[in-house]
């Protein structure tokens, strides 16, 4: 089990950039595929970054290709997510989420913890 605390959320201009992070407590971080989805208002939650429990693999959903970057800091029992180059369209709660039984995981139905999420909000 591993439970999951999002932090880094915030307001900023369009073109500016965040990181967010996602700090771990619990047995086995170094071993769970861990993932980055968002829901907008109105929206569903959708993917937006995965990293393998390797450190080797990620995948990108193509509206963020380029300008996010995820990853992890075992060591720290700590995800990341960098995000550069903010647009408006990037506007949604940011959740952090953990899966026990997967490598690299893109769906959030694979996905078994979850955190509360951190708000996003990029003014035009």
């Known amino acids: 089990q591993v439970q999951l605390v999002e932090s880094g959320g915030g307001l900023v201009q369009a073109g500016g950039s965040l990181r967010l992070s996602c700090a771990a407590s619990?047995?086995?971080?170094?071993?769970?595929?861990m993932g980055w989805f968002r829901q907008a208002p109105g929206k569903e939650r959708e993917f937006v970054a995965a990293?393998?429990?390797?450190?080797?693999?990620?995948y990108y959903a193509d509206s963020v290709k380029g300008r996010f970057t995820i990853s992890r800091d075992n060591a720290k029992n700590t995800l990341y997510l960098q995000m550069n180059s903010l647009k408006p369209e990037d506007t949604a709660v940011y959740y952090c989420?953990?899966?026990?039984?997967?490598?690299?995981?893109?769906?959030?139905?694979?996905?078994?913890?979850w955190g509360q999420g951190t708000q996003v909000t990029v003014s035009s």
């Open positions: 619990g047995r086995s971080f170094s071993r769970y595929a």
């Open positions: 989420a953990a899966d026990r039984d997967s490598v690299l995981a893109l769906s959030q139905y694979d996905y078994d913890y």
């Open positions: 990293l393998s429990w390797t450190g080797s693999s990620t």
